[in-house]
């Protein structure tokens, strides 16, 4: 049974910094793409970086790049979200996911597993 577990949610003031940590178990990724999604209140969840196991090919959104960085730890099944320069507008619950990579644009998923969410609150 594939499990996420994420980690290392919490409250910050804007400027400061947190890392979010996922662990997963229960199969080999692999062939996998690893991705964090975050869903703010009242809008819709996006994808906000990803990262293939297998090379370690990394995607990043426009609103995260320079500050975010995705990596992981091949012997701990642990993939990590490093979130720096933090602001209001980065408040909401992350969600660590897991799917086969597929092709050029493997990090649109489909996602297949989804962990439950850890809450970023960002305050000004």
């Known amino acids: 049974q594939v499990q996420l577990v994420e980690s290392g949610g919490g409250l910050v003031q804007a400027g400061g910094s947190l890392r979010l940590s996922c662990a997963a178990s229960?199969?080999?990724?692999?062939?996998?793409?690893m991705g964090w999604f975050r869903q703010p209140p009242g809008k819709e969840r996006e994808l906000v970086v990803a990262i293939r196991w297998g090379g370690g090919s990394t995607y990043y959104s426009d609103s995260v790049k320079g500050r975010f960085t995705i990596s992981r730890d091949n012997a701990k099944n642990t993939v990590y979200l490093q979130m720096n320069s933090l602001e209001p507008e980065d408040t909401a619950v992350y969600y660590c996911?897991?799917?086969?990579?597929?092709?050029?644009?493997?990090?649109?998923?489909?996602?297949?597993?989804w962990g439950q969410g850890t809450q970023v609150t960002v305050s000004s």
């Open positions: 996911a897991a799917g086969v990579a597929y092709g050029f644009m493997w990090y649109r998923g489909p996602y297949d597993y």
């Open positions: 229960g199969r080999t990724f692999s062939s996998y793409a």
